[in-house]
């Protein structure tokens, strides 16, 4: 286009000269490639996406046991009787009372080991369950692949508040994962269940920027 030296606008058209430039260089600027677009979508959707948080961290509750005391409890009151209506010395009350120790021992000694070896972690975007004591095994499902949450109790369970967790995912390690001795079962069952929601429908959001 021939224009005026140091011409401000084009004496033909009379539109600024550098606008003229501006156009040019757009309409040679090349598209943007389609793996650019979606990591730029995904750029986006980082920045403007909830960051991850931890919404429950939990173990093995000793209110769980509530079943094996009830039953350490049967087995003595039965022991003790049998040894009131037996008549025996004092040798034989040492034995019946080591006995009656045994089912208390041995339900201690379960609750400690299950205490000390399980611990779980939900956070907005994953579950995390880790097993095992001298050797340690970590775990984890994405809350989006998981399909249903459920949690069970026993008479004795609801008493106390504590229940079984029921996680079934498309995972392949876990299809199916089950959270015994929680604490709270309803309402970290609805914690888990909010949670695989929201980051379905935040996945959702994610695709349609994309």
């Known amino acids: 286009m021939d224009v005026v030296q140091e011409a401000v606008y084009c ?10 430039d501006g156009d040019a260089e757009q309409t040679t600027r090349p598209a943007a490639e389609p793996a650019d677009a979606f990591r730029d979508a995904a750029a986006r959707d980082d920045r403007n996406g909830v960051p991850e948080r ?10 769980a046991m509530i ?8 087995v003595d009151l039965a022991l003790l009787i049998v040894g009131i209506f037996s008549g025996f010395g004092i040798k034989g009350w040492l034995i019946l009372l080591l006995l009656m120790l045994l089912p208390w021992l041995y339900h201690a ?16 975007q994953k579950f995390v369950h880790e097993r095992g004591i001298l050797r ?17 109790q026993g008479p004795l369970e609801r008493l106390v508040g504590v229940g079984t967790i029921r996680i079934t ?42």
């Not at 931890?54 to 209110?63: C, L, M, P, T, V």
């Not at 379960?110 to 399980?118: E, I, N, P, T």
């Not at 499902?141 to 069970?152: A, G, L, Q």
Request: with cysteine; aromatic share 8%.
């Open 109 to 124: 000694a379960l609750l400690c080991y299950r205490r000390m070896s399980v611990r779980y972690l939900l956070t907005t």
């Open 67 to 74: 079943g094996g005391w009830f039953i350490s409890g049967l």
């Open 11 to 20: 004496h033909k058209c009379g539109q600024r000269i550098d606008q003229i």
């Open 136 to 152: 340690r095994k970590t775990d984890r499902i994405e809350s989006i692949d998981m399909d249903d949450i459920s949690f069970e």
């Open 169 to 210: 995912s498309s995972d392949r390690s876990h299809p199916e994962l089950l959270l015994p001795g929680i604490e709270n079962a309803r309402r970290v069952s609805e914690q888990f269940d909010d949670a695989r929601r929201a980051e379905r429908r935040r996945r959702g959001l994610h695709i349609e920027h994309i």
């Open 54 to 63: 931890e919404i429950w961290r939990g173990g093995y509750s000793s209110k």
